[in-house]
């Protein structure tokens, strides 16, 4: 019983011995708040990453433009929280929903939309970023 109390009493001894209490100054070179708001500018420049979209449409041919553009509004009407958007990647007119930072968070969003656009399906897109304040 005496070693154990003589071991508790030297481990809290111990412990206020090597506690420390302080602060930390940092000096700073001036140049790094000037590199810091270049990237701020750069990743405002530069809204767009890797990510996932769900694929909706895609066409080609004369009346490709016309379908597509009533197949957004469908899709708007349908969902309207979820953004779309109508690209023209040679020679196809495509309609992708949504800005997904992984493939579950697509995944998930695609069993809402599929009972409605039947042929939609999660693809890798570059996506915009979030906007932050």
Do not use: W
Not at 52 to 80: C, D, S, T, W
Not at 93 to 101: D, Q
Not at 102 to 117: D, G
Request: glycine letters at 4%; aromatic letters at 12%.
């Amino acid at each position: 019983m005496k070693r154990i109390l003589s071991l508790i009493i030297f481990t809290v001894m111990a412990a206020v011995a090597f506690a420390q209490n302080g602060s930390v100054n940092v000096d700073q070179d001036d140049r790094v708040e000037g590199l810091i708001a270049k990237q701020r500018i750069l990743y405002q420049l530069d809204s767009s990453f890797n990510g996932y979209r769900i694929h909706v449409f895609m066409e080609i041919g004369n009346e490709a433009l016309q379908h597509a553009k009533e197949v957004k509004a469908q899709f708007e009407r349908a969902f309207p929280d979820i953004p779309i958007y109508l690209t023209y990647v040679e020679p196809y007119f495509r309609l992708r929903a949504g800005n997904f930072r992984n493939r579950v968070e697509a995944e998930k969003c695609l069993r809402r939309i599929k009972p409605r656009f039947k042929e939609a399906f999660v693809t890798a897109d570059m996506i915009y970023r979030p906007k932050f304040d």
